[in-house]
């Protein structure tokens, strides 16, 4: 972008009341804005405790299965593959449809597939094709939660406000998946495989209960005489509305690198915790908790960190730690060295959620919300998948280290295009669009 961009580069922003949003609905709801801000928070903070306990819990529990690192890498690919498979088809879903009700259904699915994990554990009948299978059904009830309520937030917050709530929303999702989850995870599996899937069970029941509590209307209305596209229009719509965007293009390419270093440090770390550095499922669950504590202090320092360096360099310092979060272990069996380097993967990982999380819901139209958002998080999530499948071949051919290696050298790949593209001029304008009412 320069100081006069195309306009075919810039995004079309349609003022609030131009969208075909349901008003009445909208101003109810954010006239309740603080009250539908903590709505939001406690169910993020809870489903994503859950969720922390769940992807800590199966690795872990499928390595007294197996001791093959690419089995065990199997999980999590099941657990996010369902990113790379159904995220263009629900964002058609989460536009269409009532973005509350879409949670509760996949709060359902959730539900039921832990119940029938936590009776397979109990009765000693859980296998590795059972956790793949259920595995599977879950990453596709994330995809539907994660997609559908993070649609919502335009709904109920002002432009102002955005990067505040994304701040809160961000440091619920650090501690509760990535500090308190797998703490919590690793003790449980400690005690027995079903007492740690009990705790996501009874997680996503109480997740169900609180968007109870939410104020408004979450579906876009359209005209009674409006006809709907069919499923793959809206789909090409979406897909067409990122490439048109050369900053939201860079982002998803960005956040894909990202998203396959983190599944593949998800993905080899259980089985490389627990054998060369000689941890135990407990301790895993610390060394994992170091990157919630990091995600912690992003979450504090992103404000500051903005306003001193600007967002852009925010996104770019990313890149850097998330580097440093998978060459570390390439390089030593230290603890202290690991978790000093997933301390640092986290406060990165932070700075960019919730730096990307305003960019998007600044640029993307609100009707578009659920199909643009499922398109990046196919970037992103999509990546997690592959990261997860190659990380766990190459560990099984060679060694995880080198592996891991790999990864952090792909990882610098986006250096250049982020910062040529996220021009200050770019930061301005996102700036500017945030100061409107």
């Known amino acids: 972008m320069t ?8 995004p079309t922003v349609p003022s609030q009341q131009d969208l075909p949003a349901d008003t009445a609905g909208t101003a109810v709801a954010r006239e309740a804005s603080g009250r539908n801000t903590a709505v939001l928070v406690g169910f993020t903070a809870l489903s994503n405790l859950a969720d922390g306990v769940m992807k800590i819990a199966l690795p872990l529990v499928a390595t007294s299965l197996t001791s093959s690192p690419a089995l065990i890498s199997g999980v999590m690919l099941t657990l996010s593959l369902p990113w790379l498979l159904t995220a263009l088809h629900v964002g058609v879903l989460v536009d269409r449809y009532d973005r509350r009700k879409l949670v509760w259904a996949a709060n359902g699915i959730q539900i039921v597939v832990v119940g029938v994990l936590v009776a397979l554990a109990a009765s000693d009948a859980l296998t590795l094709p059972a ?4 595995g599977a059904v879950l990453g596709v009830a994330e995809v539907l939660a994660m997609t559908s309520a993070a649609a919502l937030v335009p709904d109920v917050v002002a432009a102002s406000g955005r990067e505040r709530v994304n701040s809160w929303v961000a440091g619920a999702e650090t501690v509760c998946q990535e500090f308190a989850g797998p703490f919590i995870g690793g003790l449980l599996v400690g005690v027995g495989a079903s007492f740690a899937l009990g705790a996501t069970f009874v997680g996503y029941m109480l997740t169900a209960v609180i968007l109870v509590f939410l104020v408004g209307r979450f579906r876009v209305a359209v005209a009674p005489d409006e006809v709907t596209p069919p499923v793959h229009a809206q789909i090409s719509e979406g897909l067409r509305f990122l490439w048109q965007q050369h900053l939201l293009r860079v982002l998803a390419l960005a956040v894909a690198v990202l998203g396959s270093c983190w599944g593949a440090w998800y993905a080899v770390m259980p089985l490389y915790a627990t054998g060369p550095m000689g941890l135990s499922a407990a301790d895993y669950g610390l060394l994992v908790g170091a990157l919630g504590v990091g995600g912690i202090l992003g979450t504090v320092v992103v404000g500051p960190f903005n306003r001193l360096f600007g967002r852009r360099w925010a996104m770019v310092c990313t890149v850097v730690l998330t580097s440093v979060l998978v060459v570390a272990p390439a ?3 230290q603890v202290w060295a690991v978790g000093g380097a997933a301390f640092l993967g986290g406060m990165g990982g932070t700075l960019w959620t919730i730096n990307v999380r305003t960019v998007m819901q600044t640029l993307v139209p609100m009707q578009m919300m659920g199909r643009f958002g499922a398109v990046f998080r196919l970037f992103a999530f999509g990546a997690i998948p592959v990261g997860a499948g190659l990380s766990g071949l190459l ?6 280290p080198k592996a891991l290696a790999v990864f952090a050298i792909g990882s610098l790949v986006v250096f250049v295009p982020l910062v040529r593209v996220f021009t200050p001029e770019a930061e301005a304008d996102i700036v500017h669009r945030l100061q409107q009412p």
């Not at 956790?131 to 259920?134: L, S």
């Open 3 to 10: 100081n006069s961009p195309k306009r075919a580069e810039e």
């Open 131 to 134: 956790i793949y299978v259920c």
């Open 395 to 400: 560990a099984e051919w060679f060694s995880a």
């Open 331 to 333: 390089l030593t069996t």
